[in-house]
């Protein structure tokens, strides 16, 4: 079985209605509305979250600390949503089906929990759970890092 991302289409991701905790944030490159991202503690800023990685540096990648809801270019301002439903606005996800940041080399992106995802982690990989969906469009965020490398 082939192992991939869930594709998010970033101009459909809407702001959620209630329940969420937001944060306004500076984006230390490019993001995209829907990607996962990772607090760059040397500088301030937020950066595309990835699980693939070693070390400190590595771990600190792997931190998720939310999506992007409003996105934009380096150095702009956006908005973080930390924890609560992400609404993708298009029908990308299994409904009761659990989320963790994906390690490979797209970063900011996420996929669900299966058998075959998860032996596909490699050594030096963090397994980060992101949320569960709650239908085939929304994300309860509940962000957990384990940080053990695989």
């Known amino acids: ?84 439903p992400i609404d993708f606005g298009t029908s990308i996800l299994t409904a009761k089906a659990s989320y963790h940041l994906s390690p490979h080399t797209s970063a900011g992106n996420i996929r669900m929990d299966t058998t075959d995802n998860l032996a596909d982690l490699g050594t030096g990989d963090f397994l980060v759970h992101v949320g569960r969906a709650t239908s085939a469009r929304i994300l309860e965020v509940d962000i957990h890092v384990h940080t053990t490398a695989v």
Not at 39 to 67: D, I, M, P, V, W
Request: charged share 10%; hydrophobic share 40%.
């Open 1 to 84: 079985m082939a192992v991939t991302n869930i594709t998010v289409v970033h101009g459909s991701v809407v702001l959620p209605s209630a329940g969420a905790r937001l944060q306004a944030v500076q984006w230390g490159e490019a993001v995209d509305k829907g990607e996962a991202v990772y607090l760059n503690s040397s500088n301030g800023k937020y950066y595309l979250a990835t699980a693939n990685g070693s070390g400190a540096s590595g771990l600190a990648e792997a931190t998720c600390r939310g999506f992007a809801l409003v996105g934009g270019s380096t150095d702009a301002y956006g908005t973080l949503l930390r924890s609560g």
